[in-house]
Nanobody, 124 residues
Framework: QVHLVESGGGLVQPGGSLSLSCAAS????????MGWFRQAPGKEREFVGG????????SYADSVKGRFTISGDDAKDTVYLQMNSLRPEDTAIYFC?????????????????WGQGTQVTVSS
């Protein structure tokens, strides 16, 4: 079993920044890719970005390119999501997820384990 725990959410004004962390524990040697997703009220869970540990490739959704940055610390089994220039439409619960694939999938159903999520609210 792999356990993921997100942290770092909160309330921020438009244009502000937040940094999220996702720490993995358990059988972490089995994960190959990590993704960040978000889900706003009444909407489907959507892909934000992800990192492939095997080749360090990172991909982003078009809606966050140039504003969000994903990084990882393999030694700490932790993935980070740095969010800059936040907008009200970025308000959502943010989840990290992992799977055993060697590509970063954008579909939530492709992921095997999930964190509990952390709330990000962008409002003045």
């Amino acid at each position: 079993q792999v356990h993921l725990v997100e942290s770092g959410g909160g309330l921020v004004q438009p244009g502000g920044s937040l940094s999220l962390s996702c720490a993995a524990s358990g059988r972490t040697f089995s994960r190959h890719s990590m993704g960040w997703f978000r889900q706003a009220p009444g909407k489907e869970r959507e892909f934000v970005g992800g990192i492939n540990w095997s080749d360090s490739r990172i991909s982003y959704a078009d809606s966050v390119k140039g504003r969000f940055t994903i990084s990882g610390d393999d030694a700490k089994d932790t993935v980070y999501l740095q969010m800059n220039s936040l907008r009200p439409e970025d308000t959502a619960i943010y989840f990290c997820a992992g799977n055993r694939a060697t590509v970063v999938h954008t579909a939530p159903r492709k992921y095997d384990y999930w964190g509990q999520g952390t709330q990000v609210t962008v409002s003045s």
